[in-house]
């Protein structure tokens, strides 16, 4: 049986598109140092982050950036592909940026996904539907997001909000619970109106990184310590994608503990 047009599309879109994985990882996280490297059920952190990467047919390469030559050691140990970036360089997309630099100008790729390196699970698919999302030319930011269930999350800090408009185009991401819902009790706000959570993987077109990561911090970037906010200040656009998708991070030690079942 013959594909159809729409399938037949977006085959052809992609086979004409270069896509670049870009894993960063950097070894001093303040809350869990050497975090990549991490040993979770026999394998370093980093390596799993890599090998469930992999698995995203859409990837035309994928590469891990970091700053430390220990990582870099263990990437080169099961013939990953690795880059050494500057210590100075103050965020993952920053990392990107730098990557991409260094292919060519960057002439070599399209669009980049920036994968979070303390996701030892993260589903291929995931980054499947992200790079969907610049099967529209006006994306050149991308991102996912999935609706909250769970009341804890609503009011977690380290689970990032954000509410967007009807053509999914971010509007403001919060540490904070948003949509505030006036004259209802927060425990009541799950039922009263919907609310998503950001999951944190990134997809930038590659003519956009050097200008994006050019932007001097902003003061919503720092009231909220979320970098996504200085792209907005500044009139860039960020696109979102609704997922059934969530990986688990491992942001502390404890954390690492919880997905071992080590007590």
């Given at each position: 049986?013959?594909?159809?047009?729409?399938?037949?599309?977006?085959?052809?879109?992609f086979k004409s598109m270069k896509i670049l994985g870009v894993i960063p990882a950097r070894y001093g996280s303040s809350r869990f140092p050497g975090k990549p490297l991490a040993?979770?059920?026999?394998?370093?952190?980093?390596?799993?982050?890599?090998?469930?990467?992999?698995?995203c047919l859409l990837l035309d390469d994928l590469i891990v950036a970091t700053d430390d030559e220990r990582i870099a050691s263990c990437i080169q140990s099961f013939r990953g592909?690795?880059?050494?970036?500057?210590?100075?360089?103050?965020?993952?997309?920053?990392?990107?940026?730098?990557?991409?630099?260094?292919?060519?100008?960057?002439?070599?790729?399209?669009?980049?996904?920036?994968?979070?390196?303390?996701?030892?699970?993260?589903?291929?698919?995931?980054?499947?539907?992200?790079?969907?999302?610049?099967?529209?030319?006006?994306?050149?930011?991308?991102?996912?997001?999935?609706?909250?269930?769970?009341?804890?999350?609503?009011?977690?800090?380290?689970?990032?909000?954000?509410?967007?408009?009807?053509?999914?185009?971010?509007?403001?991401?919060?540490?904070?619970?948003?949509?505030?819902?006036?004259?209802?009790?927060?425990?009541?706000?799950?039922?009263?109106?919907?609310?998503?959570?950001?999951?944190?993987?990134?997809?930038?077109?590659?003519?956009?990184?050097?200008?994006?990561?050019?932007?001097?911090?902003?003061?919503?970037?720092?009231?909220?310590?979320?970098?996504?906010?200085?792209?907005?200040?500044?009139?860039?656009?960020?696109?979102?994608?609704?997922?059934?998708?969530?990986?688990?991070?491992?942001?502390?030690?404890?954390?690492?503990?919880?997905?071992?079942?080590?007590?």
């Open positions: 049986m013959s594909l159809s047009a729409s399938t037949r599309n977006y085959t052809d879109f040993d979770i059920l026999g394998k370093p952190m980093i390596q799993r982050v890599y090998e469930q990467a992999k698995r592909n690795v880059m050494i970036t500057p210590e100075n360089l103050n965020s993952g997309t920053e990392r990107c940026n730098a990557v991409v630099i260094n292919f060519s100008g960057g002439a070599a790729f399209d669009v980049v996904i920036n994968i979070q390196g303390d996701e030892p699970f993260i589903d291929p698919q995931q980054i499947s539907q992200l790079a969907g999302c610049f099967l529209s030319e006006k994306v050149v930011i991308g991102t996912l997001v999935k609706k909250i269930t769970q009341p804890d999350d609503l009011i977690n800090p380290n689970v990032v909000k954000v509410v967007f408009d009807r053509n999914y185009k971010a509007l403001y991401f919060s540490r904070h619970p948003i949509p505030f819902l006036r004259g209802t009790e927060p425990k009541d706000w799950l039922n009263g109106a919907n609310y998503y959570k950001h999951i944190g993987i990134y997809g930038y077109r590659t003519g956009i990184l050097k200008s994006i990561t050019q932007l001097p911090v902003s003061p919503l970037e720092k009231a909220e310590s979320l970098e996504q906010l200085r792209w907005l200040e500044n009139g860039y656009h960020i696109y979102v994608k609704e997922t059934d998708y969530e990986s688990i991070a491992i942001d502390t030690p404890g954390d690492l503990l919880k997905i071992t079942n080590i007590s």
